[in-house]
């Protein structure tokens, strides 16, 4: 195939392992400076120029865009996704990944452990979001921080509210996070490629520092994941739109916490710890999907009129509970069951065999009229305060 990696940082360690993996396995490479691009819509199609002249064809781009050009790097990557370049990561999961408070936000319907978030902006919301969480000590995180810098362990309810209220005055948006103690100054750093995690290590913070980020001092070593962890992280990714990322958990008592998900992880710590080939496993994984590009399933299959793609709960439709897919009436009503989601296994393409059970959803294409009688209410909001459960538990 031939390859693109959007780096503005060429000689980077990752950057060089990315090129060397590639060339190694006999592809054709090239390491282009994100911020070269011209994204060209003059034309009847969608174009890129690169250093001024029009760009040759790629099979996949690999985007690693740092955080200070996220705007100007994920229009990039959008560019070649209208191109029909192939990318592991889109510019939307990028996005997503970005921002703290919106990757919690999309990861808190699913059943992923988080620690305790709140997200406020008034004086008088402070006090009692830091009691929601569970009280000081407390973590404040900037929304956009990196490499640790940007989070801050406040001792003393006073101390966090002095602190909210400085980043406020300088017009910094903040999280309050629950201080996950029982993690010990440690972390997991797992890196995910399509749907598994192909190597992980624990990270330990230095000294009296509980922030375990390899650039404040944290030392590295290979860990063999519980499933649970690996779960999460496969998970996590997936639900952001990640083909290849680096999720971060603590250890919390009852199991993984997800602190955040990296579109661009380095693979220095990663590499030196676990002697694996981390590059190799990420530029053999792009070079089997070339063929399949990404594409918004959603907006495509909405653009017959009156056809569109929904999600069916069982037990919200009548009588669904104990029959067959066959017997279900769903084929004669012209809806296609595109995947069966039980718990948090999926079942794609299901056979017209499989008897249907409660929890299960069923991701449908069909006439809109048809499926909206079956789509059930809203959900319900759940009763307050749950411990988070060890296995994620199906959504209802
Ligand atoms: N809620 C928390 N409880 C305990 N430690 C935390 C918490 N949040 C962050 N940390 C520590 O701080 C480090 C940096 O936090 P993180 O949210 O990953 O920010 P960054 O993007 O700067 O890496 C983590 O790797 C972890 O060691
Ligand atoms: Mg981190």
Do not use: W
């Amino acid at each position: 195939m031939k390859l693109a990696i959007l780096s503005r940082a060429p000689q980077a360690y990752s950057t060089q392992r990315l090129r060397a993996a590639a060339l190694q396995r006999g592809h054709e490479v090239k390491v282009l400076d994100t911020l070269r691009f011209a994204i060209d819509l003059s034309g009847t199609e969608p174009d890129l120029q690169y250093r001024g002249r029009r760009l040759s064809d790629y099979d996949a781009v690999l985007p690693r865009i740092g955080n200070s050009v996220t705007y100007f790097g994920t229009a990039v990557v959008r560019q070649f996704e209208q191109m029909d370049v192939y990318t592991p990561n889109t510019a939307n999961g990028i996005t997503n990944s970005r921002d703290k408070l919106r990757a919690n936000q999309i990861l808190s319907r699913h059943n992923i452990g988080m620690p305790a978030t709140a997200f406020v902006r008034n004086r008088a919301d402070v006090r009692p979001a830091i009691a929601r969480v569970g009280g000081a000590p407390v973590v404040i995180k900037l929304l956009e921080g990196t490499q640790g810098i940007g989070v801050i362990l406040a001792p003393e309810v006073k101390v966090a509210e002095a602190i909210i209220e400085t980043l406020h005055s300088t017009k910094q948006n903040v999280l309050i996070q629950r201080f996950v103690a029982e993690s010990r100054g440690r972390d997991i750093r797992a890196l995910v490629v399509g749907d598994r995690v192909v190597a992980a290590m624990r990270r330990s913070a230095n000294g009296d520092e509980f922030r375990s980020n390899v650039h404040r001092g944290g030392s590295v070593e290979a860990v063999e994941l519980d499933p649970a962890f690996e779960q999460a992280a496969v998970r996590s990714a997936q639900i952001m739109g990640l083909r290849v990322a680096g999720v971060d958990m603590l250890e919390g008592d009852e199991g993984p916490l997800v602190m955040e998900v990296n579109s661009s992880p380095g693979l220095e710590g990663l590499e030196a710890a676990t002697k694996l080939d981390v590059a190799g496993a990420i530029v053999d994984f792009i070079a089997n999907q070339v063929a399949f590009p990404e594409i918004d399933v959603r907006q495509r299959l909405s653009v017959s009129t009156g056809y569109g793609v929904a999600e069916l709960v069982v037990h919200g439709a009548a009588d669904l509970v104990g029959r067959t897919l066959g017997e279900s009436g769903l084929s004669e009503r012209d809806i296609t069951v595109l995947t069966l989601h039980r718990g948090t296994s999926v079942i794609p393409n299901p056979r017209s065999s499989v008897v249907l059970e409660g929890e299960d959803r069923l991701l449908c294409f069909g006439r809109l009229e048809e499926m909206r009688s079956m789509i059930p209410e809203r959900r319900r909001r759940r009763a307050k305060v749950r411990k988070l459960p060890k296995q994620p538990i199906p959504e209802g």
